[in-house]
């Protein structure tokens, strides 16, 4: 069993950065691939950053150089560090735990870039 909280959105202008933070509990282990996803409204979810056991890291190209995606093992952690927020980066961000082929999921937090 797994349990993620995510925290960290809010309202931010275009320009401006947001860091978010997902919280694990249960059978989370460092060789585990965790990640953030987005969905906008209207829209399929899509990745915006993930990162293996191994410290591998792909980006979406819509966030290329603007977020970066970090984890703490020690405290079962992935945070997503976003600058030069755009508008279109507007989405409810999900954090996701891999786990045995199993995806679990947070229940999302809201960013808001006004233009």
């Known amino acids: 069993q797994v349990q993620l909280v995510e925290s960290g959105g809010g309202l931010v202008q275009a320009g401006g950065s947001l860091r978010l933070s997902c919280s694990a509990s249960g059978s989370i282990f460092s060789s585990n691939a965790m990640g953030w996803y987005r969905q906008a409204p209207g829209k399929a979810r899509e990745l915006v950053a993930r990162?293996?056991?191994?410290?591998?890291?792909n980006y979406a190209d819509s966030v290329q150089g603007r977020f970066t995606i970090s984890r703490d093992n020690t405290k079962k952690t992935v945070s997503l560090e976003m600058n030069s927020l755009k508008p279109e980066d507007t989405a409810v961000y999900y954090c996701?735990?891999?786990?045995?082929?199993?995806?679990?999921w947070g229940q999302g937090t809201q960013v808001t870039v006004s233009s």
């Open positions: 990162i293996t056991g191994s410290g591998r890291i």
């Open positions: 996701v735990a891999t786990l045995f082929g199993l995806d679990y």
